[in-house]
């Protein structure tokens, strides 16, 4: 099994690094402090799990995901990204949904850390029962049919948005440009009174 870690902080970084070295099954764990610096390592296509830490999650986090995915591997192939973040996000749904596992860096120790690895790299995919919770806790849904608030072409943008695609995928598939895209999904969310991406996904029901 191969690891991948991406870490800014160098203590952290190293810290990771330390508890899976000697762990059974890891063959080769490989470190750098910025997704960038992935086009100097020579081989990852055998890339099990990255591991990545980030200071906040935005929408460009949940678009790297799917990035960092061909990166590793030349095709899109799914590989799990254990997502250390500061605190719980409306987009940490976004995530789940790119085969990313959002957890805040003060949930999980050493342990919890390994076991995660070996869990998901068994097939299974975990939802901490915190994140949940934190994502409830921050979200108040919008009441009214959500088709009535929308227009047709906006409902249909939010519908694939739900389905993670990013504006030039949603600007491919329904024929028009990216700059239509952004102005239907900045329409959106004011609509639904949405901070972003995640939250009308949510408002509208749409995250299952």
């Known amino acids: 099994m191969r690891i991948v870690v991406i870490e800014r902080d160098p203590l952290a970084r190293g810290g990771i690094t330390a508890i899976l070295r000697h762990e059974e099954g890891i063959k080769s764990i490989v470190e750098v402090s910025a997704y960038h610096d992935l086009s100097r390592e020579p081989s990852l296509s055998e890339t099990s799990v990255c591991i990545m830490g980030v200071d906040r999650v935005t929408d460009e986090t949940v678009t790297l995901v799917s990035q960092l995915r061909h990166h590793l591997t030349g095709s899109e192939r799914p590989i799990p990204v254990i997502m250390l973040t500061p605190d719980w996000s409306p987009l940490d749904i976004m995530l789940i949904k790119a085969d990313a596992y959002p957890i805040r860096r003060d949930h999980i120790g050493p342990m919890q850390l390994v076991w995660l690895i070996r869990v998901?790299?068994?097939g299974y995919r975990p939802v901490y029962r915190a994140l949940v919770?934190?994502?409830t806790d921050r979200f108040t849904p919008v009441t009214g049919e959500i088709r009535q608030i929308l227009t047709k072409r906006e409902y249909?943008?939010?519908t694939l948005i739900?389905?993670?695609k990013?504006?030039?995928e949603?600007?491919?598939e329904l024929g028009?440009?990216?700059s239509t895209v952004k102005t239907h999904v900045t329409k959106v969310l004011r609509k639904l009174g949405a901070r972003n991406r995640a939250q009308a996904v949510m408002a509208a029901g749409l995250s299952d």
């Open 120 to 122: 998901i790299t068994m």
């Open 133 to 135: 919770q934190g994502l």
């Open 156 to 158: 249909e943008v939010l």
């Open 162 to 164: 739900a389905r993670g």
């Open 166 to 168: 990013v504006n030039g």
């Open 170 to 172: 949603i600007a491919t």
């Open 176 to 178: 028009v440009a990216i």
